[in-house]
């Protein structure tokens, strides 16, 4: 479920129509904002764990959300310090 929403979160917010409104809804409040860098830096740093999956396709796809966490996590930092100096994220 973790792999679908990640996937689901990097496709919205690197299509052009949506990032903006998309990345603004989840900084746009200190919790939320909060909650959204706080998901993404676990969730990228989870592979610790991949030394001890019992199956290869279950390190695969431990794997694919640290992966899918870390796009999520550099175009949300990319947005917040886009925000925090003034200018418009790409």
Not at 50 to 58: G, N, Y
């Amino acid at each position: 479920m973790i792999r679908e929403a990640l996937i689901l979160l990097n496709r919205i917010v690197s299509h052009p129509q949506y990032a903006g409104s998309v990345l603004l809804a989840l900084t746009n409040r200190r919790h939320i904002a909060r909650l959204s860098v706080d998901t993404a830096s676990r969730l990228s740093h989870k592979g610790k764990c991949l030394l001890h999956c019992d199956s290869i396709t279950q390190q695969i796809r431990e794997s694919e959300i640290v992966e899918l966490a870390q796009g999520f996590q550099r175009r949300l930092y990319t947005f917040l310090g886009a925000n925090a100096s003034g200018k418009k994220p790409s």
